[in-house]
């Protein structure tokens, strides 16, 4: 099976009575998610969708975005998640540079869309995602589709950290690819049970969980979203855990974590991902949950890169070794190979597991890939003997103050080692004298005494490494997905730390 579609509507076909989804301690058979996904695309071929047509998912309700995302797909029509957070002018942009013919929203993100529809001609229709749920004929009989493994079949945005938000368009052959990698490096199969609390408009709860869980024919609990001590108590149901740093800092700080963990028997892989992990925690977590945790490596543009093997070794703070199907090789400044062990440079990526292109964004895509086809991540690591991945930033948060390069990590590592220091952040701030000087917004545990701090920064790190300014915040800005959004702080810190985080 060649493409994302021949894998789906296989599952589908082959397990009608097997559940495929837990909600609300609602049993979904595959038999019965296939049938309210034909009446999705029913609909959808009622209204007229084309084959190519984008469709905007826009609502918090995650069975109904599911059951409509994979509507779309079967219809041969390109889904496009989106947060349901996003504000007025964010989706005027995403409208309107998708050209989206129709909108799944309900209560207030369908009330905003109503409000800027005329702003966003290309837009026919809002389409309430109760229709998911309907048990009335809501039109004609759904009509077959021929797709082809190089048709599209969903598109995600980028985070927009490097400027406007790129459209990420991925076709049936990659998205196969890269999941039955994924699906053979954590030997997921259809005995196994996954907890799902990741947002779905996002790659990781999307593809890396609800789609890999589809095609491997296994059951997936899908919660609404993650909360501590509910999620705790689900995971005992679940073989697989995947997750993000910030839902195992969580649990480390709930005094229940240690008690509930001896309840996980039938546990068998906890994966994380998004953001880097703190590697300092690793060994506290391997504790209590009796394994190794998971480190991978992956990207909107590429599914999973990287993965530590199941079977170990489990070297920590390391992100594992490149998938099947993944060329890796890393880059100096001046994009030549880095062939010594430990060398830090840009990882570059070449596999048929990669996107096809940013839509409508043709120079974009030519600058993303080298003549030899290699992807430019924009993520700094360095590879040990073993071939071992270790990253240490992105490219673009690289720190160079008096000509020496500065990688955040490095010394947010050393900073969360202080006893005080619950997490941090390392960014560059433009300075006259140096060029960029090294700035620390802390997250104190408790009261921080930033004389002992500077001394113990003193004694772990080399002189250029150490931070000429410290910040002091309750919490950190981050996205959805825990990565913190060191582009919020250089903005508000860069204007001289007058306005409060």
């Given at each position: 099976?060649q ?11 082959k ?7 837990v ?14 996904a ?5 609909f959808?071929?009622?209204k ?54 129709f ?9 905003l ?9 290309a ?25 082809n ?25 990659n ?5 039955l ?13 996954l ?21 491997s ?14 999620t705790?108590?689900?995971i005992?149901?679940?073989t697989?855990f995947m ?29 994380c ?13 391997k504790?209590i ?8 490596y ?15 070794p489990?070297?920590?703070?390391a ?9 890796m090789?890393?880059?100096d ?17 070449k596999?048929?597991?990669?996107f ?11 600058m993303?890939?080298?003549k030899?086809?290699?992807f430019?991540?924009?993520?700094l ?28 990590p ?41 004389q ?11 002189d250029y ?9 309750e ?27």
């Amino acid at each position: 099976m060649q493409s994302f579609i021949e894998l789906l509507e296989y599952g589908f076909e082959k397990n009608k009575n097997k559940v495929a989804i837990v909600y609300h301690d609602k049993n979904i058979t595959f038999g019965q998610l296939k049938e309210k996904a034909e009446k999705v695309g029913a609909f959808l071929q009622q209204k007229g969708l084309k084959k190519g047509d984008r469709v905007v998912l826009y609502t918090p309700e995650k069975l109904p975005f599911l059951i409509a995302h994979l509507g779309i797909i079967l219809s041969g029509g390109i889904s496009l998640p989106l947060n349901f957070n996003f504000t007025r002018d964010e989706m005027i942009y995403f409208l309107n540079d998708s050209g989206a013919r129709f909108v799944f929203a309900s209560n207030s993100q369908a009330k905003l869309i109503k409000e800027i529809k005329e702003m966003c001609p290309a837009l026919k229709e809002i389409i309430d995602p109760d229709i998911t749920e309907t048990k009335t004929n809501i039109g004609k009989k759904f009509k077959e589709v021929i797709i082809n493994k190089e048709d599209y079949c969903f598109m995600l945005y980028s985070s927009g950290t490097t400027g406007q938000p790129k459209g990420v368009v991925h076709a049936h052959e990659n998205v196969a690819k890269s999941l039955l990698s994924l699906q053979k490096c954590w030997k997921f199969n259809s005995e196994d049970v996954l907890l799902n609390v990741l947002p779905l408009f996002h790659i990781h709860g999307l593809s890396f969980a609800a789609h890999l869980s589809l095609i491997s024919t296994s059951t997936m609990i899908l919660e609404d979203h993650f909360h501590p001590l509910k999620t705790m108590e689900k995971i005992k149901n679940a073989t697989v855990f995947m997750a993000v740093p910030t839902f195992y800092y969580a649990f480390l700080r709930r005094p229940e974590f240690k008690r509930k963990a001896k309840n996980w028997s039938k546990m068998r892989l906890f994966t994380c991902g998004s953001a880097p992990i703190r590697p300092e925690v690793l060994p506290e977590i391997k504790t209590i949950i009796d394994k190794n945790l998971i480190n991978r490596y992956g990207m909107t543009e590429s599914h999973v890169i990287t993965s530590l093997s199941l079977d170990g070794p489990f070297k920590q703070g390391a992100v594992g070794l490149p998938l099947d199907n993944i060329e890796m090789k890393l880059v100096d400044g001046n994009d030549k190979s880095i062939l010594k062990n430990n060398t830090v440079g840009e990882v570059k990526i070449k596999s048929e597991n990669l996107f096809s292109h940013y839509w409508r964004k043709p120079e974009a895509t030519k600058m993303a890939f080298d003549k030899e086809g290699f992807f430019y991540t924009g993520d700094l690591g360095y590879v040990d003997r073993d071939g071992f991945l270790t990253l240490v930033g992105r490219k673009k948060d690289l720190i160079i103050t008096n000509g020496y390069n500065v990688y955040p990590p490095i010394v947010e590592r050393v900073l969360n080692e202080f006893p005080s220091v619950r997490e941090s952040a390392v960014i560059g701030i433009p300075d006259e004298k140096r060029g960029e000087k090294v700035v620390a917004v802390v997250v104190p545990d408790d009261k921080i005494n930033i004389q002992e701090l500077k001394k113990h920064c003193q004694q772990k790190l080399v002189d250029y490494q150490r931070p000429l300014h410290f910040e002091i915040v309750e919490e950190l800005p981050r996205n959805t997905m825990g990565k913190i959004l060191k582009r919020t702080l250089k903005e508000k810190l860069t204007k001289g730390f007058k306005k409060p985080l």
